[in-house]
């Protein structure tokens, strides 16, 4: 068993994928060839965006994103601990700072009540009223944007974010880099705030064979200005360079690539769709049921209400870090692989200790990290499987 099969997804499209790549072998555009803006033009599209601009990764999308802001230090951007480094790796690259914010225990999103809190707190700068990072004096430090993470597939709380940063004058950039494919009531992910970053790494729900990404905005000028940032910050031409930037394009093999996956994306979203409810109704049905006294031996993905993940995990809570310890056990003892995200928030990562923060700052996270797992998830995840691990953990 696969934790993500991509040789089922491969063997459908085999044909195309061997066509496209053959193509770009026979027009020779390497880099920025026709598949570049096919694939851009698809996607925007299915996001409902106006401009999409593909990228080498998600990690770049993150990062033309806060650039083309002119992110710099003396900047202070929120976002959540509990997420991949690269989301609060971005902002630390361009001398920023960034500012946690605690979860929602359902979602695992950042929790907009505590955001407008941490604002509050660094407004005035005021750590009483929530932790704060450490401030290297003399620099004033200016609230400048939220970047909101749709963890496991699930869009963040948008519609409380959005008016928390309008209230403020903050931007907001979409780490979408697990929810290409999501809808929030009849918005797709990548759509929400002023910028949507996604990654095609193999493992998200729409991945490539090697790194890319992409960013999205209804924005002409912050359209214009990433695109720009992508080639080296080029303006007219070439040759012709009219801000600093990054070599941040994405192959046209990879883009010849995508093109051959994305017809079948919208039936795989689907397939997921299936898939997690699977594992949804066995689990709710094999369990042991909850007594008051205890947390339930397993939590299920809460799924609030007109949305659709892109399930890019499945994750549990188990019982506790025990409980946890031994589920992964029995999984391993009985080949099926398992995966904890995150293990450590990042505020405890020794990458961000100069931010000063401390054990306890952010508890939601940290009690997340330390009992949370995830099962195989793809949408080629068979019933016949799918009980077998459901029946393991029954027994856990
Ligand atoms: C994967 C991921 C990224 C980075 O994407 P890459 O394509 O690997 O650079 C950023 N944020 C989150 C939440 C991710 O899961």
């Known amino acids: 068993m696969d934790f993500i099969d991509l040789k089922t997804q491969q063997s459908r499209i085999q044909e195309a994928l061997n066509s496209n790549i053959q193509k770009v072998l026979?027009?020779?555009?390497?880099?920025?060839?026709?598949?570049?803006?096919?694939?851009?033009?698809?996607?925007?599209?299915?996001?409902g965006t106006k401009h999409a601009i593909s990228c080498a990764s998600g990690t770049d999308a993150l990062l033309m994103a806060l650039m083309a802001y002119g992110v710099k230090p003396g900047d202070a951007i929120f976002t959540t601990p509990f997420t991949f480094i690269a989301t609060a790796e971005v902002i630390s690259l361009l001398g920023a700072m960034p500012v946690f914010v605690d979860i929602d225990p359902k979602t695992y999103n950042i929790d907009p009540a505590k955001l407008a809190l941490a604002i509050k707190a660094l407004k005035s700068n005021d750590p009483s009223i929530y932790p704060l990072p450490i401030t290297p004096n003399p620099l004033p430090i200016t609230p400048r944007g939220v970047i909101p993470v749709d963890l496991f597939g699930l869009t963040?709380?948008?519609?409380?974010?959005?008016?928390?940063?309008?209230?403020?004058?903050?931007?907001?950039?979409?780490?979408?880099?697990?929810s290409f494919g999501a809808k929030y009531k009849d918005r797709m992910a990548c759509s929400f705030?002023?910028?949507?970053?996604?990654?095609?790494?193999?493992?998200?729900?729409l991945g490539c064979y090697g790194d890319g990404g992409m960013c999205f905005t209804n924005d002409d000028h912050l359209a214009e200005i990433m695109a720009s940032i992508r080639v080296h910050g080029k303006g007219g031409h070439k040759y012709d360079n009219v801000r600093i930037g990054i070599n941040g394009r994405l192959d046209t093999l990879q883009a010849a690539i995508l093109l051959a996956k994305f017809e079948i994306f919208p039936e795989e979203v689907e397939l997921r769709q299936t898939?997690?409810?699977?594992?949804?109704?066995?689990?709710?049905n094999n369990l042991s049921p909850i007594t008051s006294d205890q947390r339930p031996a397993l939590i299920t993905p809460y799924l609030p209400r007109g949305a659709r993940s892109a399930w890019a995990q499945y994750s549990l809570l188990a019982r506790d870090e025990d409980h946890r310890t031994a589920i992964l056990k029995k999984l391993q003892d009985n080949k099926i692989p398992s995966a904890i995200y995150y293990p450590k928030p990042l505020h405890m990562q020794d990458a961000f200790a100069d931010l000063g923060y401390k054990k306890g700052d952010f508890p939601v996270s940290e009690d997340s990290a330390s009992h949370i797992f995830s099962l195989p998830m793809h949408p080629y995840l068979t019933t016949q499987d799918q009980e077998k691990i459901v029946e393991i953990l029954a027994r856990s």
């Open 26 to 47: 026979n027009h020779g555009g390497y880099i920025m060839g026709p598949e570049i803006k096919q694939l851009e033009t698809k996607l925007a599209a299915y996001t």
């Open 193 to 205: 705030g002023n910028i949507g970053c996604t990654s095609f790494f193999p493992a998200k729900p």
């Open 275 to 284: 898939v997690a409810q699977r594992y949804t109704d066995l689990l709710t």
């Open 156 to 178: 963040a709380d948008y519609d409380a974010i959005e008016s928390i940063a309008k209230e403020h004058g903050l931007f907001v950039i979409e780490d979408a880099a697990q």
